[in-house]
């Protein structure tokens, strides 16, 4: 039994959909903002952000993209990834890890520039660049999804569009400004949001129409 620690629309979103659809049983224990800066939490997750993921065992997992690799490795009758050491496998890893390291990692430092820079013309340009350079990332999926989609796989549905569909409801600047921007990202987000075994998930985190991350 998997225990995920949670905040509704935060980067626990990917991971609470990837074991419903993986039917891997879990308890969900939802947090706020505040209880995610207590000491408390920090003994779970020493980076002290959400997802962090229990174990049986008693560990727990924390970075969302090594808990959605761990997952699919774990789960391999589910088809949530190519088979592990394949091509394609290898593709989906660099897929994953560039959404990881790069849209969500650039898009926190775009939430957090205050505590990087001072003075409102630097966190102005600051907060430009970011957004250029995650937009070029945003680019190269679309082109791949409009190439060769209707998921990032192909034909084959996985955990890496549960992934691209959580960073595409942060936007940029919103979650309809990339749809707008991004026809075949916007599609993707539809898809996501038909799978039956996600209605659930996705309502409780109010975004099971566009729009419904609030920040």
Not at 32 to 38: I, L, S
Not at 40 to 55: K, V
Not at 100 to 106: K, M, R
Request: contains cysteine; glycine residues 8%.
């Amino acid at each position: 039994m998997y225990k995920l620690y949670n905040v509704k629309t935060w980067g626990s979103l990917a991971i609470h959909c990837l074991l419903e659809e993986l039917e891997a049983p879990y308890t969900n224990i939802w947090m706020t903002r505040e209880q995610v800066r207590e000491p408390e939490f920090r003994a779970i997750s020493p980076i002290g952000m959400i997802p962090a993921l229990g174990l049986a065992d008693g560990r727990t997992l924390y970075e969302s993209a090594a808990i959605v690799s761990f997952l699919v490795a774990a789960h391999p009758d589910k088809h949530m990834s190519p088979a592990l050491g394949s091509a394609d496998y290898g593709e989906f890893m660099t897929l994953l890890h560039l959404m990881s390291t790069e849209i969500y990692a650039f898009g926190n430092v775009g939430i957090l520039v205050d505590e990087f820079v001072v003075g409102d013309a630097e966190r102005q340009t600051m907060r430009t660049k970011i957004s250029q350079k995650v937009d070029g990332y945003w680019k190269i999926i679309e082109e791949r999804l409009a190439g060769s989609g209707p998921w990032l796989m192909g034909r084959d549905f996985s955990a890496l569009d549960l992934y691209a569909f959580m960073l595409s409801i942060w936007g940029p600047p919103n979650e309809q400004g990339l749809h707008d921007k991004y026809p075949a990202i916007a599609k993707l987000a539809a898809a996501v949001r038909a799978r039956p075994k996600l209605k659930a998930v996705l309502e409780s985190h109010g975004v099971m129409e566009p729009g419904g991350y609030l920040g």
